[in-house]
Structures are given as structure tokens and as C-alpha cells.
């Protein structure tokens, strides 16, 4: 694969975090690669590591050992700003993550150097809002359309890489699917990079180009969907397709 398919990567990273005089490895020896246009699925149980790359990936935490890189150029420990340039995260709780008082029309072009009020009509006709939901707050919305307000702010910023952490898990199963037609369109028509973690395997296997597979902070299985779940290779990866299927 030519380097200038991939536009993220991750080389052998690992953090380790003390509690309570208990070390614990959240990430061991973690490496990972994007390509420029996919959808790349993250899975596993709570607890194995998922969400915590991606707070490595978008500089909020620094790794122990490691390197991140965008389009070849190492990144590590630059401050979340700079990640802020290229990749957007999208929360799992999105109404939690606006500032209760602030009105839409704020909040969403908050993060960016400056969005243009024909840009941002552009944005909110491909994420499915209307423009009258930028005069609301965010309790003044629902679960669904605080995630795509969510989705409309990430691309507000000019960001060609979304950051989704189980983005998904707290709305119910139309929206759900709603939200999940939404980002494949977005990665079809603005030829967007997508890292997608989340616990729900069906899904992933749905949206995602690859899928990586995480337990207690490794790696320990990757490659294309359909090929790692058609023909998991790993136990744990067995054993997630068979709680699937039960």
C-alpha cells in the first residue's frame, strides 16, 4: 500500500496508568493505520482500550512510548489544538458535550477558524437539519439531532477525519440507524476518514471498511471486515461473533 493512502497511524503505543499503587496497561504496544476515504471500525468490551486510543489519537493524553503520525508527520504529544486542524472527535453523550447555555449557531462553528453562514447551511442540508434548530440549545433537542448538530460541528472545522466514540450507544434504534446512513453518506460524498469505535459488532460490520479488535488494551486481531468476521482468527473474536449471535 503506497504511505500516501494512509493519512493516520499508530506505531507501537502503549500508556499505562497507577491506581490506588496498581499499575494498570491501558494501551500494549497499540498500531493502527487509516486510509484516506474509509471507515475504520474499533471494537471490543468496555475496558479494552477503544476509547482510549482515540483520546492518544486526538492529543488528549500523551503516550508513554510511541508515535502518532498525519500523512507521514509525526504528531506525538502536540497539543489537542493542533490534532484539531485535520481530525474532529464525535462524543458519545452529544448533548452533554455542548454548553447548555449556548445557542446552535454558536456552539457548532465554536471549533473553527471561521465557517461562512453559506457553508454551514451546506453542512446542515447534508447532516439533515434545519436552520431553525441553530436558535435552540441542546436540551431543547433531541438525542438525534444533538448527534447530528454533533457531526455538523466536526465538519464545521474543515476536518477530513471524524473520530466517532460510540456515537451511537445512547439513541434508540431508528436514530441509530439514521446516524449510521448519515456518516456512510458523509464518507461517500465528502470523501471523509472515519475511525468508528464501538461495542456493538452488527454495527461495524455494517459501516466499516476494516474493523480492528481490541481486549485489554491490545490489538489483537485486524483487516477487512468481512474477512476478519467470515473468518475471525483470534478466540476473542470468535467469542464476540458468538454472543452475537446468541
Known amino acids: 500500500m503506497p504511505d500516501s493512502d494512509i493519512v493516520l497511524a499508530g506505531k507501537n503505543l502503549n500508556k499505562c496508568y497507577v491506581d490506588k499503587g496498581k ?4 494501551l500494549k504496544d497499540v498500531s493502527f493505520f487509516l486510509k484516506k476515504g474509509e471507515i475504520l471500525g474499533i471494537v471490543g468490551e468496555s475496558g ?3 476509547s482510549t486510543l ?4 486526538s492529543c488528549l493524553e500523551k503516550p508513554d512510548s510511541g508515535t502518532l503520525l498525519y500523512k507521514g508527520t509525526e504528531y506525538t504529544g502536540k497539543p489537542p489544538a493542533f490534532a484539531g486542524t485535520f481530525l474532529q472527535m464525535i462524543f458519545q453523550d452529544a448533548q452533554m458535550s455542548f454548553d447548555p447555555r449556548m445557542k446552535m449557531k454558536k456552539a457548532v462553528v465554536e471549533a473553527s477558524n471561521g465557517c461562512s453562514r453559506e ?18 440549545k441542546a436540551g431543547n433537542m433531541s438525542g438525534g439531532q444533538c448527534q447530528r448538530m ?4 466536526a465538519l464545521c472545522s474543515d476536518a477530513r477525519i471524524l473520530l466517532c466514540d460510540e456515537v451511537t450507544s445512547a439513541l434508540d434504534v431508528t436514530t441509530q440507524a439514521q446516524v449510521v446512513a448519515l456518516i456512510r453518506q458523509l464518507q461517500e460524498n465528502e470523501g471523509l476518514s472515519i475511525i468508528f469505535v ?5 454495527l461495524v460490520s ?3 471498511d476494516r474493523i480492528m479488535v481490541m481486549k485489554n488494551g491490545e490489538c489483537v486481531e485486524e483487516g477487512e471486515t468481512s474477512k476478519v468476521l467470515g473468518n475471525p482468527q483470534h478466540e476473542y473474536t470468535k467469542e464476540l461473533l458468538d454472543n452475537l449471535i446468541e
Not at 23 to 26: D, F, P, R, S
Open 23 to 26: 499499575k494498570l496497561q491501558a
Open 48 to 50: 479494552s482500550g477503544k
Open 54 to 57: 482515540l483520546r492518544h489519537i
Open 119 to 136: 457553508k454551514l447551511s451546506h453542512i446542515l442540508e447534508a447532516v439533515g437539519l434545519d436552520e431553525g434548530l441553530l436558535e435552540k
Open 150 to 153: 454533533s457531526i455538523a460541528r
Open 198 to 202: 464501538s461495542h456493538d459488532l452488527a
Open 206 to 208: 455494517m459501516l466499516c
